[in-house]
C-alpha cells in the first residue's frame, strides 16, 4: 500500500501530464487549491469519492492511485501471457467506471477486474458466480447479492451500503480502505476474510460462518456477534456499541483493541482468549473460560 507521499507524488504526475495547474484541477474537482496542494505533499488524501474524480479528471485507471498499477495515465500496461492466454475465456464486456441503477444482473459471472470505479444502486446480483472480482472506488448502495459465490474478491476504498449478502459465500476475500454499512451478512461464509483500515457498522452477522479472520486498523459499531468465532484476529480495532451475545471464542487474538467499549452476554472463551481479551481491559464479569481449557 503507498504511503501519502507516493500518492501525492502520482497525483502530480497525473495533473502535470495533462497541462493543468493545481488550481486548474481544483477547479474542476470543485475543491480548493489548497487542497490539492495538501495531498501532493502528502500532507492529506483525497476521500474515497474524490479518488474517483480524480480517475476521471485526469484520464488515469484507478489502479494508478493505490499502487496497483504503476503505468502512467493514458498507458495501458501490458497484461501478464497467462491472462492473455485466458482472454478469450473471459466475457467480453467491461462494467468498470459505469453508473448502474435499478438493473437485474441476476446469474452474473466472469467479471474479475471489470467492474472497478462503478456506482451501483438498487441492482440484484441474485446467485451470481463473481470469485475474484475486484471492487476498486466502487459505491455500492441498496443491491441484492444473495447467494452469490464472491469468494477470493478484493475490496478496496469502497463504500457499500444497505447491501444484501445473505447466503453468500465471501471466504477469503480482502476489504482494504472500506465503508460497509447497514449490509446483511446473515449466514455468510467469511472464512479467511480480511479487513485492514475498514469500517463495519450496523450490520447483521446472524448464522455467519466467523473463522481465521484477521482485522487491522479497523472499526466495529452497533454490531451484534453471536455464535461461534474461531482463530479470528482484531489488531487495533475499535468496538463502539459493540455487543457479544451469547458467543464462544475460540483461539481469538486481540492486541491493543478497544474491547472495553464492546458489551459481553453471556460468553465463554478459551484461556488464551479471555487473557488477550483482559489485556485489552475488556469487562469480563459475564464470559467465562471454556470448562476444558480451565486449569
Not at 152 to 167: D, L, P, Q, Y
Not at 175 to 201: E, H, I, P, W
Amino acid at each position: 500500500m503507498l504511503t501519502p507521499n507516493e500518492i501525492g507524488e502520482k497525483i502530480a504526475v497525473a495533473r502535470k501530464l495533462k497541462n493543468l495547474s493545481q488550481a486548474q484541477l481544483s477547479e474542476q474537482l470543485a475543491v480548493s487549491a489548497q487542497a490539492v496542494g495538501k495531498w501532493e505533499r502528502g500532507e492529506s488524501m483525497p476521500d474515497i469519492f474524490m479518488f474517483q474524480r480524480l480517475a476521471v479528471v485526469l484520464g488515469a485507471d484507478l489502479n494508478y492511485f493505490v499502487g496497483e498499477g504503476d503505468a502512467a495515465p493514458g498507458v495501458q500496461a501490458a497484461p501478464p501471457a497467462s491472462e492473455a492466454s485466458q482472454a478469450s475465456e473471459k466475457p467480453e464486456w467491461n462494467m468498470s467506471h459505469g453508473n448502474w441503477v435499478d438493473a437485474d444482473f441476476s446469474g452474473l459471472h466472469g467479471l474479475a477486474e471489470k467492474f472497478s470505479g462503478a456506482n451501483i444502486e438498487r441492482c440484484r446480483f441474485v446467485e451470481s458466480e463473481l470469485s475474484g472480482l475486484v471492487l476498486r472506488g466502487n459505491n455500492i448502495k441498496s443491491s441484492d447479492f444473495t447467494r452469490s459465490t464472491l469468494n477470493n474478491c478484493r475490496f478496496s476504498m469502497a463504500n457499500i451500503e444497505r447491501g444484501v449478502f445473505a447466503g453468500c459465500d465471501l471466504s477469503r476475500s480482502e476489504f482494504v480502505r472500506c465503508n460497509v454499512a447497514d449490509c446483511d451478512l446473515s449466514s455468510t461464509d467469511l472464512t479467511g476474510v480480511t479487513g485492514k483500515m475498514s469500517s463495519f457498522q450496523r450490520n447483521n452477522f446472524t448464522g455467519a460462518v466467523l473463522r481465521r479472520m484477521k482485522f487491522a486498523f479497523g472499526s466495529f459499531s452497533d454490531i451484534t456477534f453471536s455464535g461461534e468465532l474461531n482463530e479470528c484476529a482484531f489488531e487495533n480495532c475499535d468496538f463502539a456499541k459493540t455487543t457479544f451475545d451469547n458467543a464462544v471464542l475460540r483461539e481469538c487474538f486481540f492486541k491493543n483493541s478497544k474491547l472495553r467499549r464492546a458489551k459481553f452476554i453471556n460468553c465463554k472463551a478459551d484461556r488464551l482468549t479471555y487473557a488477550f481479551m483482559k489485556s485489552c481491559k475488556a469487562d469480563l464479569a459475564d464470559v467465562t473460560v471454556l470448562e476444558e481449557d480451565k486449569m
